[in-house]
């Protein structure tokens, strides 16, 4: 029988919000589905990645994004001429 149990990942161990109510040595399976950020985390992320420009003119953030998003650097053509 399954059973949904929100937990936290903690220095390597999900760790129960709830208490549970499984013998002591019992094994189960888990599947792992995350959940959306919170509004302050989300905010923070931003914050976070907002860092990452700080500083930068313009012109050097468009060129940041610009050679991110230019993808032949990282795929060769097909007829392996690089």
Avoid: C, N
């Amino acid at each position: 029988m399954g059973k949904s149990i929100q937990a936290r990942f903690e220095r390597g161990v999900f760790k129960p919000l709830q208490p549970v109510e499984y013998p002591e040595g019992q094994e189960v399976v888990i599947s792992v589905e995350t959940l959306a950020l919170t509004p302050a985390q989300a905010q923070a992320q931003l914050s976070r990645w907002g860092a990452v420009y700080a500083g930068l003119t313009g012109e050097d953030v468009a060129e940041i994004e610009r050679l991110a998003l230019d993808r032949s650097h990282f795929i060769p053509d097909r007829e392996g001429a690089r």
